[in-house]
């Protein structure tokens, strides 16, 4: 199985909302990314776990979450959002840090905040 | 400042006509160039990893080259499933886990 899953594929939520996006790879992959992509922009990097730990949080605002309960899972908790939040989020994991081997990435969850 | 452009932004070729495109990074020290390939509405594809000056590596019609400033991914005799964004990384030198990307060639092969 060399598959990233992202769900939900597609998420409206409100401003008020709290939702959360979920990731699960079983791979035996020990780091994995969250990543905001804006429509015809690259991908930007926001948190990094590794070995489950976090080991980068790119500055991202409060109202974005992380939780990696175990090796497979990571979760991203949605709180109080923008509608300028909304974008692709995708996933990715590699075998160790550094994404120096080959990293897989999900298919993304399409978000829109209203 | 670490930066990654990539030139063109955007190429149209006819089915079998070759081609390049270019990623140009400043980084100091660089620890890994990435190409990843994505589709619209889809998470980007790996493709390569080079590490040092002088390294290629190919795949299919697809082959990826390095210099000390610069990769190339050359695209031999492209069909029309190759149309896509391609994407270049680079491993941030001041961070392990840090992956700057570029900004990525629309590639659209036409029939």
């Known amino acids: 199985d060399t598959e990233v899953t992202q769900t939900p594929k597609h998420l409206v939520m409100g401003m008020t909302n709290k939702k959360s996006l979920k990731c699960e790879q079983h791979?035996?992959?020990?780091?994995m990314y969250w990543y905001k992509q804006k429509a015809k922009k690259p991908p930007e990097l926001m948190f990094v776990?590794?070995?489950?730990?976090?080991?980068i949080n790119e500055s991202v605002p409060s109202r974005f979450s992380p939780e990696c309960p175990n090796s497979s899972l990571l979760n991203l908790h949605l709180h109080a959002l923008q509608p300028e939040d909304s974008a692709l989020y995708l996933c990715?994991?590699?075998?160790?840090?550094?994404?120096?081997?080959?990293?897989?990435f999900g298919q993304g969850t399409r978000l829109t905040v209203v | 400042e670490d930066q990654v452009t990539q030139s063109p932004e955007a190429l149209r070729l006819q089915e079998g006509e070759s081609s390049s495109l270019n990623c140009s990074y400043t980084?100091?020290?660089?620890?890994?160039l990435f190409w990843y390939r994505q589709d619209p509405g889809k998470g980007p594809e790996f493709l390569f990893t080079l590490y040092s000056a002088g390294e290629e590596k190919e795949k299919e019609r697809l082959k990826a080259t390095l210099t000390k400033k610069e990769s190339f991914l050359h695209i031999t005799a492209p069909k029309p499933e190759d149309s896509a964004t391609y994407l270049c990384?680079?491993?941030?030198?001041?961070?392990?886990?840090?992956?700057?990307f570029g900004p990525g060639t629309s590639l659209s092969v036409i029939p």
């Open positions: 791979m035996g992959h020990r780091a």
């Open positions: 776990y590794s070995y489950e730990k976090l080991s």
């Open positions: 990384a680079v491993q941030a030198p001041t961070s392990y886990d840090k992956v700057i």
């Open positions: 990715a994991s590699s075998q160790d840090r550094g994404m120096n081997t080959e990293a897989f």
């Open positions: 980084v100091s020290g660089l620890r890994g």
